[in-house]
């Protein structure tokens, strides 16, 4: 999918990611990586907030903040009320979304500048009780009552992959092993190492094959990103006084699947085709020419 005018992510912003930011709430972690974006842009915060035209936020469940409506709750606290605002989740892929709906409230034209923040606050509980929560992301009526949990699902999808493609663990491991060292320069990262396959794989097991180091962690942490029309980008740059770096986004696509594990095809992951064909067909490039293309499901 693609849109008639360009549309630019003009800053990104993050907060320090942990295991638990207990010294700061929701709304203040987003202010970390909302204050990043002003500083990257040399914008004053006043002048955002007469920019900017409005925000979506997401975050993945309500159960971690014990808190309804809590999108509304950041954009209050940032002072971008009543100007317009909304909320996205859709599982692990609801950063994705956000960026996306900001990205169609631009392209629609219905903004020039539109803010897309997210957060997840998962130290509230216990490890166990988070767990819960995100498998309550799972079909409740089949899945779950059974014993279900996520990191159980990725292992199982992971097995099969093996059993119908022949990858290995050795694959596997090397992914923990890349993911891990590339954060050791990202000084906002939560768990950086200088591992090898060995240590990966000679980490506990959670659920076969994957062991502790190859799993994500609980998080406490936000982020965000302020995208603009040509117009918007014109604001910005006259607020600021100087030429603003900018990334055109090109294409967007997305796409899903059964939300039942034993209802969705062998040797095939139905949306990450139709994905990334949208993606191609929006940005009009030609296979080969992305070395690493990114999906996030």
Known sequence: MRSTQPIYVLSGGVSQFAKARTDKTFQALVKEAYDYILSDLDL?????????????????????????????????????????????????????????EAWKAVASGYMD??????????????????????????????????????????????????????????????????NRKNAIYNSFAQNPGDYDLEDIQNSD????????????????????????????????????????????????????DMMRMADRPHGDVILMPHETQQDYEGSQFVDGKLKYPGIHS
């Open 44 to 100: 004053e915060h006043r002048k955002a907030v007469e920019l900017i035209d409005g925000i979506v936020t997401s975050y993945f469940s309500d159960h971690f903040t014990n808190q309804l409506m809590a999108g509304i709750m950041v954009q209050d606290y940032l002072g971008f009320t009543p100007k317009p605002g909304h909320r996205v989740e859709g599982g692990g892929a609801t950063g994705g979304i956000c960026f996306q």
């Open 113 to 178: 500048l539109c803010l897309a923040v997210g957060f997840e606050t998962m130290s509230r509980v216990n490890t166990w009780k988070g767990n819960e929560f995100i498998a309550l992301a799972s079909d409740t009526q089949f899945d779950f009552p059974v014993g279900g949990f996520y990191s159980g699902y990725y292992a199982m999808m992971v097995a099969r992959h093996m059993k119908e493609f022949g990858s290995t663990v050795d694959q596997l491991s090397m992914v923990a092993v890349k």
């Open 205 to 256: 097991t959670v659920a076969w094959p994957l062991n502790l180091l190859d799993i994500c962690t609980m998080s406490d942490g936000a982020a965000g990103v302020l995208l603009a029309s040509e117009e918007g980008l014109n604001k910005i740059e006259k607020a600021t006084g100087h030429k603003i770096p900018k990334v055109k986004v090109t294409g967007i696509g997305r796409g899903t």
